[in-house]
């Protein structure tokens, strides 16, 4: 990990997702990009892009860089190497525009908590980015004050499709010296599957991934929703980071399709990270 994007709209939440980018930066000698988006009205831009000439987005263009200088400005970055980045227009689009051009291998976004996200960039945005980005995606909803996992929840169907992202979320937790438990969430009514069903359905994914059938780390959770059960197990199990993968569209047959890494995002106090699928 060399590269760490971190889009912010100087928030609260911005900040807890910047200290928790310093302390990863710490950990493995990566550079911090700070991003922020100026998302003006549609009426500032021209046919196919904005004005650069325009009065009113060179005054926000430089209020921006004046923030920054505040923003920047503190204890827990000093030796860590940042780049602050200011774009006009999506934020979505420039969080990617961001990823490609900067070589990002992790973005790191701050959230307000069970509510809902409410701030410019890090509301609707925040989800969207959960379900289209292409590198791994991680959520916090508060300072990590000791950056230090040592139990990582991996959720899973045991689709062979999976394998890739749960093999970078191992990635991850190895890198902490922590331990993965997987979880299938058994859900009632038509979705539901005997344990005899779910062991066999599991199989291919474990040879797969290398890991024992008979691996104490595996667990079967019953519950109402998906949702519910990633964050009932998550508690139970006492982890500290939830790692799920996620489809970039809705409307699939599979479990973890956006909506769910989206709502999991959205309502789990515990930092989640997202691989795409």
Do not use: C
């Not at 000698?29 to 988006?37: C, E, S, T, Y």
């Not at 009514?189 to 290398?210: A, I, K, P």
């Amino acid at each position: 990990m060399k590269n760490i994007l971190v889009p912010v709209d100087f928030s609260n939440p911005s900040e807890n997702a910047l200290r928790v980018a310093a302390k990863l930066a710490q950990r493995n000698n990566a550079k911090i990009h700070v991003l922020h988006v100026i998302e003006l009205a549609e009426s500032l831009f021209g046919a196919e892009q904005f004005n650069v000439d325009d009065e009113q987005i060179i005054f926000f263009m430089k209020l921006a860089k004046k923030k920054f200088n505040d923003f920047l400005d503190k204890d827990f970055l000093e030796g860590i190497e940042t780049n602050d980045l200011v774009e006009v227009g999506s934020a979505t689009f420039g969080i990617k525009e961001a990823v490609k051009d900067q070589n990002i291998d992790l973005i790191i976004m701050g959230s307000n908590g069970a509510s809902g996200l409410e701030e410019v960039l890090i509301g609707s945005n925040t989800e969207k980015v959960v379900r289209h980005s292409n590198v791994p995606v991680l959520v916090v909803k508060h300072d990590i004050e000791n950056l230090d996992f040592k139990t990582v929840l991996f959720a899973t169907d045991f689709e062979l499709e999976n394998v890739e992202a749960y093999n970078k979320a191992k990635t991850f937790a190895d890198s902490f010296g922590a331990k993965m438990k997987l979880v299938y969430v058994n859900l009632p009514g038509n979705q539901f599957y005997s344990t005899s069903e779910v062991t066999n359905h599991m199989r291919n994914f474990l040879n797969e991934v290398q890991v024992p059938l008979n691996h104490e780390n595996i667990i079967i959770y019953n519950d109402y929703t998906i949702e519910q059960g990633v964050l009932n197990a998550a508690n139970n199990e006492n982890a500290e980071l939830i790692a799920m993968p996620t489809h970039g569209r809705k409307g699939l047959s599979h479990f973890f399709n956006g909506s769910i890494g989206e709502d999991v995002v959205n309502h789990s106090d515990l930092p989640v990270i997202t691989f795409k699928i």
